[in-house]
């Protein structure tokens, strides 16, 4: 499935069917992983959380012995910044993913229900003139 970056770089046009069909096929694969997803991801979960739970004792417990030796402590500050901030954004990934997997692409289809209804009522001949012959105009 490709990203819609991909269609940014694109050299030709997309059609309004080629989109709409992309964003059919999305969903399509949306709704066939999402309890896969969701599984994944309320591990991934779980897992953060126990590790985060079983570190933080053994790190306060192994800083205390180390406090004594202040430039160890002082030079390990940034680095332990830095972890911090990834393992933050490892956590911040894991929850958008779940949330991600749990929501349902919801505006992507009413895209695709309202698709399917201008092409039910252009196919029925209800005198309408077709949106692309309004744009040509």
Not at 64 to 78: A, L, T, Y
């Amino acid at each position: 499935m490709r990203s819609t970056c991909w269609s940014w770089f694109r050299s030709k046009a997309v059609s309004d069917e080629e989109y709409v069909e992309q964003i059919r096929r999305q969903v399509d694969f949306h709704l066939r992983w999402r309890k896969t997803l969701i599984t994944f991801y309320s591990g991934l979960a779980l897992v953060f959380v126990i590790m985060l739970s079983v570190l933080v004792p053994n790190l306060i417990t192994w800083l205390v012995h180390m406090f004594g030796n202040r430039w160890i402590v002082s030079g390990g500050f940034g680095v332990g910044l830095l972890l911090g901030i990834m393992t933050g954004q490892v956590g911040h990934q894991i929850g958008c993913g779940l949330v991600a997997s749990i929501s349902s692409p919801r505006t992507e289809r009413l895209l695709i229900q309202y698709h399917d209804a201008i092409e039910t009522i252009s196919e029925e001949g209800l005198g309408l003139i077709s949106f692309k012959e309004n744009c040509k105009t």
